[in-house]
DNA sequence: CCTAAATGTTCACGGCGTCTACATCTGCTA
DNA sequence: TAGCAGATGTAGACGCCGTGAACATTTAGG
């Protein structure tokens, strides 16, 4: 065992991504992070100045997972990929809670422009534009509706996980998902 | 100072609304709390068996206080008054952050028939139960209404806490609160 | 080869939740 | 009215946590 781990900042991130998958934001402390790789704890801090940017590294490995889960589906006409992009976004929330919960909750607000680079924000904007090609949404109205798609799955993923949809069944989490994310889509293009 | 407090148990979560007002759900600690009091930590062990139980108790007087906001508006039809109390809601966690986070993510999860009993409910339920009178909601589709309403204002106050939303001028924000609510109801009405 | 920078360790401090044992007060009952 | 039992508050301790300062080791470059 040498006395340098290697890599130890992607070696971090790596174990952050195992101990919030099961524990969420909670569990991805620096003690046990090091403790997992088997270095001390102060060794983390020659990578990151503090948790919090430990816990923005794993926000962005985290991110990258949900574009990647969310751009694998390209087909149909704009409103059918925008359907299927929302849907997406709320089944990887219920998929990984202890991830989305870091991703999210992570302490880190981003600016619009930053948010509009993300992968998993050119997925939405993508099918937004289009149905604006297609003429099912007016140019307008393109930029607020963004917003209004966003929030509603996003709420949706945080009503199932952390309030009143937390306990009924997925068939019918999923059933309601639908219903939220076709409302939205209907009322934006109205 | 008399030895025995009096009445600890409303003045600790006094205390932790103050606290949580300002500093969010991480202000909210036994520690400060008491400190707050004047008592030592333990004697809130008295009175709450834990954190989480004193975060809940705390949880529930914020909602009490949304409760009161959001029923105030009660004039127009049934869409009128749905737009009036998502506004309300969102207008609230973007005043009160701290009390918002608390109430929401204090690790909480309510069942679906408690939350239909809370008061801030039962004004979407009222909004919705008068659209289907006016013919204005198939009465198919009330009860995934109001879950699609919710998730799009919880949503949205979201990204505008501490999401990508949150750099954005506080009247920007109002306007894509209006687009948002506006866009789930006409969808939800088709 | 030798030195400077990068990287990892050790020790320490204060803050946190919470357990156990102890102190004090309050109300009921004999 | 005296005293006892339960309710309520305190003291001290333990093991977590983040993190700063000082020190050790390894690596890279002249």
């Known amino acids: 065992m040498?006395?340098?781990?290697?890599?130890?900042?992607?070696?971090?991130?790596?174990?952050?991504?195992?101990?919030?998958?099961?524990?969420g934001l909670d569990a991805l402390t620096i003690r046990e992070v090091t403790r997992r790789v088997g270095v001390s704890p102060n060794a983390a801090y020659r990578h990151y100045p503090?948790?919090?940017a430990l816990r923005e590294a794993v926000s962005d490995?985290?991110?990258?997972?949900?574009?990647?889960?969310?751009?694998?589906?390209?087909?149909?006409?704009?409103a059918a990929r925008l359907r299927t992009v929302g849907l997406m976004y709320i089944d990887f929330a219920l998929a990984e809670p202890g991830w989305f919960a870091v991703a999210f909750f992570g302490?880190?607000?981003?600016?619009?422009?930053?948010?509009?680079?993300?992968p998993a924000f050119r997925a939405l904007a993508a099918?937004?534009?289009?149905?604006?090609?297609?003429?099912?949404?007016?140019?307008?109205?393109?930029?607020?509706a963004a917003w209004s798609c966003w929030a509603t799955v996003h709420g949706?993923?945080?009503?199932?996980?952390?309030?009143p949809l937390a306990a009924v069944p997925a068939e019918?989490?999923?059933?309601?998902?639908?219903?939220?994310?076709?409302?939205?889509?209907?009322?934006?293009r109205a």
Chains 1, 2 share one sequence.
């Open 50 to 52: 503090n948790l919090a």
């Open 2 to 23: 040498a006395y340098h781990h290697g890599d130890l900042a992607v070696a971090l991130v790596d174990a952050g991504l195992e101990l919030s998958r099961e524990g």
């Open 61 to 78: 490995a985290i991110l990258a997972r949900l574009a990647g889960a969310m751009t694998s589906g390209e087909a149909g006409d704009g």
């Open 107 to 118: 302490s880190r607000p981003i600016t619009p422009e930053a948010a509009a680079q993300a």
């Open 156 to 163: 949706f993923a945080e009503l199932a996980l952390h309030g």
């Open 127 to 144: 099918a937004l534009d289009a149905m604006v090609e297609e003429g099912a949404l007016a140019p307008s109205a393109r930029a607020d």
């Open 172 to 188: 019918e989490q999923r059933r309601l998902a639908a219903a939220a994310v076709d409302a939205v889509i209907a009322g934006v």
